[in-house]
């Protein structure tokens, strides 16, 4: 049924079209052939005797025509599609990273400065914030407050998402490497005063997710994709209360306090685990798979104060 619906839907859009130029063909003969009328003030001998010069003048205002409905039609739809982006709080859209979409972003993240907290929901997040090229890695030393959800290396989603990539150097063990980087960075911020809390969830990743202040960054997690060939949404905040920047926040926080979802305990390297109300259950050992110092891991960030701020 919804294919001969999609069809039938198909059929007349085609008929349309063909009506579309029949009427735009008809009209602007009709208006060739009374431009010798409306000359005859200028040239009525020249436009009469030359027929070739009528056919030309019917052909260009055809063309014109055509052109000018086109472009009225293509302004009728971005403007609605400009709308339809507003009301869904879509601010912009970056295709798959290079250089000029670089560019882009970092300009809009200079724009985004003034966000003192940051949310992250992501993979391994080492491409996100702990490499100096991440997007925001210099918004994550100087934010305040950050809340960073991250995949447990040693749970059954990272095996499905490791499995699922086609590249074979992402396996199970390259994604615990990276996220235990994670880890270092974060007990770094934590040493630099920085409030900073983690927590490992175990189910596939779906969405890489930033909340700025009043602005959110999403990408999707697309099954056999790496995360980076997909483009990036910029979400917005709004008056309204329709637009998904609100979607996406209450996703956050509602992820944030399931009870499913263990916190990292920084200082001794536990994962604890707490009730809705915020009682702690149980503790359990996170086991490390290297000895790396954070100096180690993250070389090109000096702990001081002086290099919180410049950075």
């Not at 030309?56 to 000018?68: F, N, T, Y």
């Amino acid at each position: 049924m919804t294919e001969r619906l999609t069809n039938r839907r198909e059929f007349l859009e085609e008929v349309g079209l063909v009506v579309y130029h029949v009427a735009v063909i008809t009209l602007s003969a009709g208006v060739a052939s009374a431009l010798p009328n409306a000359a005859n003030f200028v040239a009525q001998s020249a436009i009469e005797n030359n027929k070739v010069a009528v056919i030309a003048v019917e052909v260009a205002v055809a063309i014109l025509l055509i052109a000018g409905i086109n472009g009225l039609c293509r302004t009728m739809k971005n403007q609605r599609l400009a709308e339809m982006a507003t009301y869904a709080g879509l601010k912009y859209v970056f295709p798959a990273n290079g250089t000029l979409t670089r560019t882009q972003m970092d300009q809009v993240l200079t724009r985004q400065a003034r966000a003192k907290n940051l949310m992250i929901i992501g993979s391994t997040g080492y491409h996100t914030f702990v490499k100096p090229e991440g997007h925001l890695h210099t918004r994550i030393w100087k934010s305040l407050e950050s809340k960073i959800m991250l995949l447990n290396p040693y749970s059954e989603g990272a095996r499905i998402r490791a499995s699922a990539l086609l590249d074979s150097a992402v396996t199970p063990e390259a994604l615990g490497e990276e996220i235990e980087q994670s880890i270092e960075l974060c007990k770094r911020l934590k040493a630099g005063q920085k409030s900073v809390r983690l927590k490992l969830y175990s189910d596939p990743p779906h969405v890489k997710l930033a909340i700025l202040g009043d602005f959110i960054w999403l990408q999707h997690y697309h099954t056999g994709l790496d995360v980076h060939t997909m483009p990036e949404y910029v979400f917005e905040q709004n008056q309204n209360d329709y637009g998904l920047y609100t979607l996406f926040y209450q996703y956050f926080t509602r992820r944030w306090e399931s009870p499913e979802i263990p916190e990292y305990d920084l200082d001794t390297d536990e994962l604890v685990y707490r009730e809705s109300n915020g009682t702690e259950l149980r503790r359990e050992q996170f086991p490390k798979r290297s000895g790396n110092s954070p100096q180690d891991l993250c070389p090109a960030i000096p702990l001081t104060d002086g290099a919180l701020q410049d950075r």
